[in-house]
């Protein structure tokens, strides 16, 4: 019998899949504190989790039986990847489930911020008749910048091109035909950066992208860019960015994903004027959330009952 644990808030139709799957004993208790769960994987062979959960060499010290993680989503930066490979613990993620939640909601948190709706709304819910504060500005015949043109990107590229937007991506690793034939031109990353009205992240935290939104880089930009980042928090130098708000060379950010969440209250960005926030909800929506933990089940259980692993972020721990 292989114990699969669930430490966090997953669809029940993933608890469903496990719980039908003979040989596999589920426990899914929802959200845990952190002591709970240290002690409760000691005897679990698999684990499905979402970005809540933080799989360190803490905890794989304390899960030796641990043979397989299914990041319920896309992000794997809360799995210490080394360690789970050190560990022969294969991590997979389910890519594909969450694309389309997090493009409308990206397109959504640009259109939000360049129409002032946060703000207007809560205006006229203090009783104030503010217009003239909240003029904004239009979508059609602006440029959107692309940095990251994979799932996520290609998704929000098509839908900003339905608003007669211009569309140019960076992407370094992205095959040219993948973005020709949605009509993007792979650019430059400064030539991006100079030339966007607005510019929306969609990459992973590496050595190059870990806060490459910073001073430097945000003086190349126009006048009065806005920045949307759905991605990563730590894309984004955050007392750089809020700088430049306060100077007006970026006129607006809207932000879904901080380098720490929650974020402390004194975070630099946090109640900025122009700032529009959320609280990393851009892969909330019922249809993702079903579809990221029904695939993250089915690779447990393909895993642990057939030795059968796909979507595998630690590629190193199969040839190990
Ligand atoms: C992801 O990486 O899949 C998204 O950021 C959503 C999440 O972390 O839950």
Known sequence: MFNVLVPDNVHQNAIDILEASAGISVSAPGKMERADLLEAVADAQGLIIRSGVTADAELFAVAPQLK????????????????????????????????????????GLMIALSRHIAPGHQSLAEGRWERKAFTGVEL?????GIIGLGRIGQAIATRAQAFEMTVIAHDPYLPPAVADAINVPLLALDEVFARSDFLTLHAMITDET??????????????????????RGALIHSADLAAALKSGKVAGAALDVYEQEPPPADHPLIGLPNVLHTPHLAASTSDAQITVAVEAAQLIVNFLLGGKAANVCNPAVISS
């Open 68 to 107: 397989a993680i299914a990041r319920a989503g896309v992000g794997v930066d809360n799995v210490d990847l080394a360690a789970a490979t050190a560990q022969g613990t294969v991590v997979m993620n389910t890519p594909g489930g969450n694309t389309i939640s997090t493009a409308e909601h990206t397109l």
């Open 140 to 144: 059609k015949g602006k440029t959107l």
């Open 210 to 231: 870990r806060g490459m939104i910073k001073a430097d880089t945000i003086a190349t930009m126009k006048e009065g860019v806005r920045i949307i980042n759905a991605a």
